[in-house]
């Protein structure tokens, strides 16, 4: 089978598993283009309401007004312990829906997501990995005011004493360094050991610093703008001067996550010799962390909490194809929900009435444990009609840059409806590469038809399959 030139002179025809031929436009840095990237929310108006095409969605109005309410709760902390369970047949936007609830929280609330199967593990236990997946899904922000010495750097000089204890050499005694700021300028002796810790960062004259009075801890900030360069392109960070007085307070805000805390203190500390640093590669990279230690955390960052210090920020686990945890896993899921410190659970699957993993007899509405499905608010999504299914590739095709010739679009709308969606949605870039290896810039109706031959969609693949359950006839079809 050969795709023909378009132009009506007699060169030879290209074979499938030819080259393209070199574009103009060949050596632009192209970012790949993952299945969700036209997701960019949920296409909600002001008052809920979700518009008919949206932030990347077609269709779906109810679930998306659905997961519009539980983004609300989340933000105002009150879906906590809860679940939220999308259903639906594969294809119809699940996992979309789970993402775009992600970009509505935006990037300060923790979102967690994970495959079913990922619990089964040979380095730790299937609860682990549970658990650590939640404590992840777990923020802390913790705020703290501390008085700090802040600006640009104008004196650095290193004052050199007799080592006492050896006669042949000098030692740093301590160092002068000069902030300056729009205020005013003030000079500083520091100790030797914060003269190590600004040769670790690499800090020089003309840069923006800070150094904490009470920690003795130093960061580098940028260079200052007023040594900006004319290059097109560098590689430092340039800030303005700082304003107000050398030495302020200043609230530093850190975001961390439970599971950072669990992971920080659950890693031993080995020691600098030579046998520690080798123990310490060749060890496995996961740590299982006990409860006891979890139980230690949440004194701590209760103790922060009554403090005012710090201030607990509940996230999204979102677990993928959940038909795939066990009967153990869904029981130590409902003690999950029912603890102090849990986050809110979002929870997919395309199952119908199928059996529990992990027992023989206990079947259930999707595969979930009954128990379990009564904790869930449920959403159903839709299947998609032709119309639709057009908008969708029409929208990919806008991400992937793709040109559509004259009723390409109504041609894969049909092979979407009758095959899938997704079967659709791979069609457009195999039938972009036939159209350039003809010489075309856009995808015609021919090459859609090409795909046809080259490739099935699963309901064709399984008609092709004989009564037991083999290939019909012993071959291929």
Same mark, same amino acid.
């Given at each position: ?79 906590? +312990? ?101 205020? +005013? ?73 439970? +599971? ?10 080995? +020691? ?206």
């Amino acid at each position: 089978m050969k795709a023909t030139s378009a132009t009506p002179s007699t060169s030879a025809p290209v074979a499938h598993n030819a080259l393209p031929p070199p574009s103009a436009t060949s050596n632009a840095r192209s970012s790949r283009i993952a299945p969700h990237s036209h997701i960019k929310g949920l296409g909600l108006t002001s008052d809920g309401l979700a518009a008919p095409d949206g932030a990347g969605f077609i269709g779906q109005t109810n679930a998306r007004e659905a997961c519009g309410v539980v983004v609300d709760l989340v933000k105002s902390r009150k879906f906590s +312990g809860r679940a939220l369970l999308l259903v639906g047949a594969p294809g119809t936007g699940k996992t979309a829906l789970a993402l775009a609830v992600s970009h509505e929280l935006g990037t300060k609330v923790p979102f967690c997501p994970m495959v079913g199967s990922e619990v089964y593990s040979t380095e730790v236990k299937k609860t682990e990995v549970l658990a650590e997946s939640f404590r992840r899904a777990i923020g802390l922000r913790i705020k703290e005011t501390k008085e700090v010495y802040e600006g640009e750097v104008t004196e650095l000089t290193p004052a050199e004493s007799e080592n006492p204890l050896s006669g042949y050499g000098k030692t740093v005694s301590h160092v002068i360094v000069g902030l300056k700021t729009v205020k +005013g300028t003030k000079q500083l002796r520091l100790d030797p050991t914060i003269y190590e810790a600004i040769l670790k960062e690499k800090i020089v004259v003309g840069d923006v610093i800070y150094v904490e009075a009470n920690t003795g801890a130093v960061k580098r900030v940028g260079r200052s703008d007023a040594y900006a360069s004319s290059y097109d392109l560098e590689s430092e960070t340039y800030v303005p001067l700082p304003k107000g007085d050398v030495h302020k307070r200043k609230e530093l805000v850190q975001d961390v996550t439970l +599971g950072d805390l669990d992971a920080a203190n659950a890693r031993p500390q080995g +020691g600098q010799d030579i046998m520690s640093v080798m123990g310490s590669l060749v060890k496995s990279g996961r740590t299982e962390v006990t409860d006891k230690l979890r139980r230690e955390v949440n004194k701590v960052v209760k103790g922060y909490v009554d403090q005012g210090v710090a201030e607990v920020v509940p996230g999204v686990v979102f677990i993928d194809e959940v038909h795939m945890l066990d009967i153990e896993c869904f029981t130590y899921l409902n003690a999950l929900l029912e603890s102090p410190m849990a986050p809110t659970v979002i929870l997919a699957t395309n199952r119908g009435n199928a059996l529990v993993r992990g027992t023989t007899d206990v079947v259930s509405p999707h595969g979930v444990p009954v128990d379990l499905l009564d904790r869930c608010l449920i959403v159903k999504t839709d299947g998609y009609n032709r119309e639709q299914i057009g908008k969708v590739v029409q929208l990919r095709a806008n991400v992937e840059g793709l040109k559509l010739g004259s009723g390409v679009l109504e041609r894969i709308a049909e092979e979407g409806e009758r095959g899938s969606m997704r079967y659709a949605l791979q069609l457009l870039t195999p039938a972009s590469i036939l159209a350039g290896l003809s010489g075309r810039s856009q995808i015609e109706v021919e090459d859609i038809g090409e795909m046809n031959e080259l490739f099935l969609d699963a309901k064709t693949s399984a008609t092709n399959i004989g009564a037991d359950g083999g290939f019909d006839g012993g071959k291929m079809w």
